[in-house]
Structure formats: structure tokens, C-alpha cells
């Protein structure tokens, strides 16, 4: 599991790991191909996305792959239940916080110029709205992690 603030860098270590052979679900990836749209998201439509990605990766799981959820994880209950059902499969979970500081993951946001790699078009504008009003569970003292800094 993935976990960290919008421009922590999430995508690209879930990519680096891609690149050793895991197989790599993002959320972002596939809303964005599903909809056409890098710029206005649905949140009907990213919530039924990730419960099909959430429904898929456990299948994998019992096919012998390894996966890297690149799902963000702002909520504990989603990450509860991922614990919950790698659990239940007998799967080794690894939680990763992806993090830096937030004027460096603004100007990553801001400096895309292009969605072509499967991300959002934010402007300055659009980070700050979802950096004021986007909640984000912060992570508990048992909930076992990893940290990588991308600053």
C-alpha cells in the first residue's frame, strides 16, 4: 500500500517497485483512462473505480502476483481493510508513506504540463483547494510503515 499526500511522489516509487517486477494498480491511472479527463474527476467515478481495484488486487494475490496498490489511502478504513483482507489470503502487507515537504509537492503538481504519464492536471489553485479540503487520515502508531522521503 502506497500512502501520502497529493505530489508525495506515490506514483513514481510505486514504479520503481513496478520495475522490479510487481505489478503496479493506480487509482489515478485508471480513472483517468476510464473517464477521458485529466482535469474534472468525479467522485462517484473514482469511488467506483476503487472498489473495482480493491475487488481485482485480492485475485491477483491468490494468482501468486505481487501488487503495489497505488491507491493513495487518505482513509484508515480503506487501509484497515486491505490489512484485513491480505489477512485473510495469508498475504505479507507492507504499507509505504511516500512523503515531502509541500511547497516541493506543489511545484510537482503545478509543473505537470502534461497527463501523459496517467497523472492529474492540478494548477496552483486546484492544490490548494485539495490540500485545504481533502482529508487525510493520518497514519496510526499501530499501523506498521515504511517511510520514503522524495524530497
Not at 502506497?2 to 505489478?23: C, D, M, Q, S
Not at 472498489?51 to 488486487?57: H, P, R
Not at 485475485?59 to 501488487?67: D, E, I, L, N
Request: charged share 25%; glycine share 8%.
Amino acid at each position: 500500500m502506497v500512502f501520502g499526500e497529493i505530489g508525495a511522489g506515490k506514483t513514481t516509487y510505486a514504479r520503481t517497485l513496478e520495475a522490479r517486477g510487481v505489478v503496479r494498480l493506480s487509482l489515478d491511472e485508471w480513472t483517468i483512462a476510464a473517464t477521458g479527463d485529466p482535469v474534472h474527476v468525479s467522485a462517484e467515478v473514482v469511488e467506483r473505480l476503487l472498489d473495482q481495484l480493491m475487488n481485482l488486487w485480492p485475485h491477483m494475490v491468490r494468482a501468486g502476483v505481487s501488487v503495489v496498490l497505488d491507491f493513495g489511502f487518505w482513509d484508515r478504513p480503506r487501509r484497515d481493510e486491505v490489512r484485513r483482507v491480505a489477512a485473510e489470503l495469508g498475504a505479507n502487507i507492507n504499507l509505504v508513506h511516500v512523503r515531502c515537504p509541500m511547497d516541493e509537492r506543489r511545484t510537482r503538481c503545478v509543473g505537470r504540463s502534461s497527463v501523459q504519464d496517467g497523472s492529474y492536471a492540478i494548477d496552483e489553485g486546484a492544490f490548494e483547494w485539495i490540500t485545504a479540503h481533502k482529508s487525510v487520515d493520518p497514519l496510526g502508531t499501530d499501523e506498521p510503515h515504511q517511510v520514503v522521503d522524495t524530497a
